[in-house]
C-alpha cells in the first residue's frame, strides 16, 4: 500500500512539473495548472521558474549582461573620475607651491628676465610675435613673484614660511591654488597685450616721422 501512494504522488510530482514546464513555454507567465494544495504549488513553483529561466532567449541574456556591464563600467569611469579630480587638486596645490615658491627663491634672475624680453619686444617694436611671447614668459614670471607678495599682505609672514607652516591648513592651500591659477591665467596675458599696445602706439608716430624726414 505504502509503495502505491509513493508511485502515485512521485507520478503526481511528475505531472505537476511537467504542467509547469507546459505553462512556462506556452502561457508567456501565466501559471493556468499551478495546484491549490501547498506542496503541489511548491513543486509547480520551483519547476516553473526553471523552465522560465531556461526559456530565455540568448537575446535577453546578452542584455542583462551587456547592462550589468555597463553599470560596472559607470562605476568604474565614476571612482576613476573622483581619483583623477584628487590627483589634479594636489598636483596644482604642488605646481602652485612650485612656481611661487621658485620665483621667490629666484627673483633677482624674475626681475632681470623680465627686463630683458620687455627690451627685446621693445626693439621689434611690439609686433614680432616671437618675441612677444618671450616678453609674455617674462610677464608670467613677475606676476608668478608679485602673487607671493600678494599673499604675504594678506598673511602677513613671508609666503615660503606660510606654505610650510603646520598651522597653514588644506583649505587655505586651495583656496590660494585657485585664485592663483585664475590669476595667472588673466594677468601675465593682460600684462603682455598692454605693454605691447603701448609701445606699438608710442613708437609707430616717431616710425612714421623719420619716413617723412627721409
Given at each position: 500500500?505504502?509503495?502505491?501512494?509513493?508511485?502515485?504522488?512521485?507520478?503526481?510530482?511528475?505531472?505537476?512539473?511537467?504542467?509547469?514546464i507546459n505553462d512556462a513555454q506556452n502561457s508567456n507567465g501565466w501559471a493556468s495548472n499551478r495546484p491549490s494544495d501547498y506542496e503541489g504549488r511548491m513543486i509547480y513553483d520551483r519547476a516553473f521558474e526553471d523552465a522560465q529561466e531556461a526559456n530565455r532567449s540568448d537575446e535577453e541574456i546578452d542584455a542583462e549582461v551587456a547592462e550589468e556591464m555597463e553599470m560596472h563600467d559607470a562605476n568604474a569611469k565614476g571612482v576613476m573620475f573622483i581619483a583623477m579630480a584628487i590627483g589634479l587638486l594636489f598636483f596644482s596645490i604642488?605646481?602652485?607651491?612650485?612656481?611661487?615658491?621658485?620665483?621667490?627663491?629666484?627673483?633677482?634672475?624674475?626681475?632681470?628676465?623680465?627686463?630683458?624680453?620687455?627690451?627685446?619686444?621693445?626693439?621689434?617694436?611690439?609686433?614680432?610675435?616671437?618675441?612677444?611671447?618671450?616678453?609674455?614668459?617674462?610677464?608670467?614670471?613677475?606676476?608668478?613673484?608679485?602673487?607671493?607678495?600678494?599673499?604675504?599682505?594678506?598673511?602677513?609672514?613671508?609666503?615660503?614660511?606660510?606654505?610650510?607652516a603646520d598651522t597653514t591648513h588644506l583649505g587655505d592651500l586651495i583656496k590660494y591654488t585657485f585664485f592663483y591659477f585664475v590669476?595667472?591665467?588673466?594677468?601675465?596675458y593682460g600684462l603682455m597685450k598692454l605693454v605691447t599696445m603701448m609701445v606699438r602706439e608710442f613708437k609707430t608716430p616717431k616710425q612714421q616721422e623719420k619716413k617723412l624726414n627721409i
Open positions: 500500500m505504502k509503495e502505491i501512494l509513493e508511485k502515485m504522488n512521485f507520478r503526481r510530482e511528475e505531472q505537476i512539473r511537467d504542467n509547469a604642488l605646481a602652485q607651491g612650485a612656481l611661487v615658491g621658485y620665483s621667490v627663491n629666484y627673483t633677482p634672475f624674475v626681475i632681470i628676465g623680465f627686463i630683458l624680453t620687455g627690451v627685446f619686444m621693445y626693439m621689434a617694436n611690439g609686433s614680432n610675435a616671437f618675441l612677444n611671447g618671450l616678453f609674455y614668459v617674462g610677464c608670467f614670471a613677475i606676476a608668478t613673484r608679485f602673487f607671493a607678495v600678494i599673499v604675504e599682505y594678506y598673511e602677513g609672514v613671508p609666503y615660503v614660511n606660510y606654505i610650510m590669476y595667472i591665467c588673466l594677468v601675465p
